[in-house]
């Protein structure tokens, strides 16, 4: 395995981001950022406040002004003293704000996939329009900061299933494996938006059927492709949890570097995020709300999802093709390189990225510090659910067998503090398949911390781009 320091002589200056929190992290300041202090920050202040000021906003925008029914939704067992006057005005601003919002998405829509076809300069006010609404949707969460700091609200709002639920939707997937996450056949059609024409990319979104109905009928994806390069090669991006770039303004993930090193990337938006969030839910938390039905729901739709973008980006230029993704992201990404010997070439990828991930998936509900924080543990076992009949699953969550591809088109990025998706297993997972020190990047971090010094240190993207050059 590499040493947790052996990529630092490949530190390469980078183009300096535009958003802020980029340019923060190219700077010096940055490299304090990227240790595990800032890890246990994130989990303990920032997600601890995050994660119910979301649930507060996910009922709220549903409430559409109602107090009852927003308490109903939370769940709020009551208004503290002194707060309702207070509450209800933020409820009013929410439902505001997403009137806005929701009235932004379907001019954006008509624009991008509408007729009459809309002109460049309105394309660039249209999106520009809607990264505006989206973005101060999104920040309505503040607006019930007062009840966060009286401790009034869960995290998550609980609806487990039950075993023989979980049996009989998914019980015929585990009885043939190499069925499991096969490809549609044939291909939906995957519907193009007019493009935007930037400097160094062009930018348009794919909107397509999604891979399994139980997560909702369409899917999303954004493309960010290098101007003037023929047949580019590709990497399929899915990002982590809760992570919903789409909706927000003035943020950027680390898409710039890999056009600039002319690798066109399509982010999927993840079952449950961004457009697919559905009604009462803040984005990503059917996930954690119901295990293990919601992990074996997302993986058979994202899975498919990303196969479906593989033959797309095949059947429009003649570059390889990745699949790659962080966290959550990964933890999909692994297992379409798991399964993938079964498909037709077509849906095939050719190389693999994997950022913060685990071979342990059917335990992260039990052991990951994020199930932990929203107290996921407490509840399953409450519920009677155990390790062992989470463990019946595993065939479906966790990457079995070594993927059909050279090890050197896996290259994986771990943090050696990371216990959200724990190393160790992580570690494990790189042995059992093979991947070599220059394919496989170590860094003395956390979970998010590693994530985001990729920003920093793009040298695991750079290898991507050097695979997929290849041939």
């Not at 961004?274 to 295990?291: D, M, S």
Request: charged share 25%; net charge positive.
């Amino acid at each position: 395995m590499a040493d947790a320091d052996r990529s630092a002589p490949e530190r390469r200056r980078a183009p300096v981001p535009q958003d802020l929190p980029g340019r923060l992290l190219a700077s010096r300041f940055g490299s304090l950022i990227t240790r595990p202090w800032f890890d246990r920050l994130v989990l303990q202040v920032g997600l601890k406040s995050y994660i119910p000021l979301s649930r507060a906003w996910a009922a709220a925008a549903e409430a559409d002004g109602d107090l009852d029914r927003f308490i109903a939704d939370v769940p709020l067992a009551r208004v503290p003293a002194g707060m309702e006057r207070g509450l209800r005005r933020s409820l009013r601003r929410v439902a505001e704000l997403r009137a806005d919002h929701d009235a932004m998405n379907r001019e954006w829509e008509h624009t991008f996939f509408g007729t009459p076809a809309a002109g460049p300069e309105r394309l660039v006010l249209i999106e520009r329009a809607r990264r505006r609404a989206s973005d101060s949707f999104m920040k309505g969460r503040l607006a019930f900061l007062p009840l966060r700091l009286r401790g009034a609200l869960p995290s998550v709002r609980f609806e487990l299933p039950r075993p023989n639920e979980v049996e009989a939707r998914h019980g015929s997937r585990l009885a043939n494996i190499p069925g499991a996450y096969l490809p549609p056949d044939p291909l939906p059609t995957i519907r193009e938006s007019r493009r935007i024409h930037g400097l160094h990319a062009i930018e348009y979104w794919l909107h397509y059927p999604s891979g399994d109905p139980a997560v909702g009928e369409s899917a999303w994806a954004h493309v960010f492709e290098p101007i003037g390069l023929k047949d580019p090669p590709s990497l399929i991006d899915a990002h982590g949890l809760a992570v919903e770039i789409e909706s927000l303004d003035g943020v950027e993930d680390g898409v710039g570097d890999l056009v600039r090193m002319g690798v066109r990337v399509v982010r999927i938006e993840a079952p449950w995020h961004n457009r697919r969030r559905p009604p009462g839910w803040y984005g990503g938390e059917p996930f954690l709300a119901k295990p293990p039905m919601s992990a074996l729901d997302l993986f058979s739709a994202e899975v498919r999802e990303m196969t479906m973008l593989v033959a797309w980006c095949r059947g429009n230029s003649r570059g390889r093709v990745a699949v790659g993704g962080t966290s959550l992201g990964a933890l999909a990404t692994q297992l379409v390189a798991s399964h993938c010997g079964n498909w037709p070439a077509a849906y095939r990828p050719d190389a693999v990225f994997l950022g913060t991930t685990t071979e342990d998936v059917g335990g992260l509900s039990f052991d990951s510090s994020i199930a932990k924080l929203v107290g996921v543990p407490g509840v399953l076992r409450a519920a009677g659910w155990t390790q062992a009949q989470f463990d019946r699953w595993r065939p479906l969550t966790d990457p079995i067998d070594a993927p059909p591809l050279d090890p050197r088109d896996i290259v994986m990025v771990l943090g050696t503090a990371d216990d959200v998706t724990p190393f160790p297993r992580g570690a494990a997972l790189a042995k059992r398949w093979q991947i070599p020190r220059e394919s496989l990047f170590l860094r003395p971090m956390g979970h998010f911390s590693a994530a985001l010094d990729l920003i920093r240190d793009p040298a695991p993207l750079r290898r991507l781009a050097e695979r997929l050059r290849r041939g």
